[in-house]
Structure formats: structure tokens, C-alpha cells
């Protein structure tokens, strides 16, 4: 299994991570973190891959579509090499909602 790198982004803010310790920028395995874009982004957003993006925000409003927001999951994430197969969407307490793709590469 080969570990994807790329600079750490800050998990609250999505910024670059800058680390305290040395005062620079952390390399870290990146499939959370390339999982999440893909999952929040929109179809468009990517210049070189402009059909990549579920656009989960797109279905906050939007009732009965859990179904279809999961398989846009799945389709994305195995166009990106990862293996998904169902992924657990689910709203907590205050109305946020929650994705957890249960995706890995090969």
C-alpha cells in the first residue's frame, strides 16, 4: 500500500498546518484529508478535473437524498483510486452533517 504525502492542512480551519515546534510546514499522509476535499467540493472546482466533487453541501436542505449523495460518494472516490462501498451519512445533535466515506486505496 503506498502512503500518499502532501502538506497537512489545519483541521479546523483547512489552512496549512504550520507546526510550532519547528516553525514550518508538516508533511503528512494525505487520504483524510484528499477524502474530505473531495466530498466538499463541487463538480467544476478542480481545473484539471472538472467532473471530480460530490458538493455534499448541496444536500443539506434536501430531504430523501442520502441515497444519491452516498453513491456520488462511491463514484467519486473510486474515480480517485480508492475502494469504497458504503459509506455512513448521519446528522448530529445540532444538525451537522456527518460523512464517513470507510474509503481506502489499494
Known amino acids: 500500500m503506498t502512503n500518499f504525502l502532501d ?3 489545519d483541521s479546523l480551519s483547512g489552512d496549512l498546518y504550520v507546526s510550532p515546534l519547528v516553525n514550518d ?3 503528512a499522509a494525505s487520504d483524510n484529508q484528499h477524502q474530505a476535499d473531495i ?3 463541487s463538480a467544476g ?3 484539471q478535473y472538472p467532473s471530480m466533487g460530490v458538493g455534499a453541501n448541496n444536500y443539506l436542505n434536501s430531504s430523501g437524498q ?3 449523495l452516498s453513491q456520488q460518494i462511491i463514484l467519486q472516490l473510486q474515480a ?3 475502494t469504497t462501498s458504503k459509506p455512513t451519512i448521519t446528522f448530529d445533535a445540532s444538525g ?3 460523512i464517513v466515506p470507510n474509503a481506502f486505496r489499494n
Open 39 to 41: 466530498i466538499s467540493s
Open 80 to 82: 480517485d483510486g480508492y
Open 45 to 47: 472546482e478542480w481545473k
Open 25 to 27: 510546514f508538516v508533511i
Open 96 to 98: 451537522q452533517l456527518i
Open 7 to 9: 502538506l497537512q492542512q
Open 66 to 68: 442520502t441515497t444519491l
